[in-house]
């Protein structure tokens, strides 16, 4: 079970690390570097992704949607010194019972 947790949280690095790049350079007036940067990180995503152990796409990008509010909360936390509110966490702790609901069930 830690590998898929592994991938998930690299996953989510790319994507939002990417995400965040391009909002500084079209947001924030940053270097165009930053949106080059960006990209790459968000094709790597993409890749990244195709690693999950998980077999049916739908329900790995269901999960991984849950799994990036908890880390966009997080990220937000740490880059942007924006501290979580009640309902930020509330919301977060629904978005990860979901995506348990989704993945552990032995559906075989």
């Known amino acids: 079970m830690i590998y898929p947790i ?5 996953a989510g690095l790319c994507e939002i690390g ?8 079209l947001r ?9 940067l960006g990209g790459i990180l968000l094709i790597s995503y993409g890749i990244v ?10 329900r790995v990008y269901a999960a991984y949607g849950g799994v990036f509010i ?14 979580p509110d009640k309902y930020d966490v509330l919301g977060a702790i629904v978005c990860i019972i979901g995506v348990l609901i989704m993945l552990l ?3 075989s």
């Open 6 to 10: 592994l991938i998930f949280i690299l």
């Open 105 to 107: 069930p032995d559906r």
């Open 28 to 36: 924030a007036s940053q270097s165009p570097l930053f949106g080059l």
């Open 70 to 83: 908890v880390m966009s909360i997080l990220w937000g936390y740490v880059f942007d010194k924006q501290t």
């Open 49 to 58: 992704a195709t690693f999950q152990v998980f077999p049916t796409f739908s």
């Open 18 to 25: 990417g995400g965040y790049l391009i909002w500084l350079w």
